[in-house]
């Protein structure tokens, strides 16, 4: 996994025996990178709390080099998307599925276990195992993994631990 700190002030660093992925800037989020990863056909699922911020996720199918990935993420106001990464700009962006469930923990330090399944063009979003949505979309179809913290007006600090990977 990624570790350290970004000219922005946003870090990636294993302590306390978690993970910790912060944003301090206003209107921003930060994606931590597992390196190495490349996945296809495969399940992912994570332990999130937020401690300070908005809101959290995860990214899958990631070309972290060219900021290239899915974004899979949850807030405090109980609402989720998914998303699309064509490039560095967020802008460019596009949203494939979005909405409001209401099972989704939204106090501070609470725990949310987000997963994803991937498999031949169809991914399904879970909050708590329970799908909330299911999209097909087959423009990444591998690549790595990671966690992101995101600030919509809320220094983000927030954890993920028992990250699980099963290929499919």
């Known amino acids: 996994w990624q570790e350290g ?3 922005s002030g946003a870090t990636c660093q294993f ?3 978690v993970y910790h992925a912060t944003q301090p800037q206003k209107g921003q989020f930060h994606a931590c990178f597992a390196q190495s990863s490349d996945f296809n056909d495969f399940v992912y699922q994570v332990q999130m709390t ?7 996720g995860i990214v899958f199918c990631a070309d972290s080099a060219s900021s ?4 899979f993420r949850i807030g405090r ?3 989720f998307s998914l998303s699309r ?3 560095g700009n967020a802008g460019h962006a596009q949203i494939l599925s979005q909405g409001h469930a209401l099972f989704i923990h ?6 949310n276990v987000l997963g994803v399944v991937v498999q031949h063009g ?3 979003l879970y909050v708590g195992q329970q799908r909330i949505a299911s999209y097909n979309d087959s423009t990444y179809m591998h690549g790595q993994i990671g966690v992101l913290a995101g600030d919509a007006g809320n220094s983000a600090d927030i954890t993920f631990s028992n990250a699980k990977v099963w290929k499919l």
């Not at 937020?50 to 959290?56: A, E, L, R, S, V």
């Not at 939204?106 to 725990?111: F, G, K, P, R």
């Open 77 to 79: 106001d109980a609402l």
């Open 106 to 111: 939204t106090d501070l330090n609470q725990v």
């Open 68 to 71: 290239k990935f899915y974004l």
């Open 5 to 7: 700190t970004e000219s």
């Open 85 to 87: 990464y064509v490039d």
């Open 50 to 56: 937020i401690f300070t911020g908005d809101y959290g």
């Open 122 to 124: 169809t991914i399904d």
């Open 15 to 17: 302590a306390g025996g």
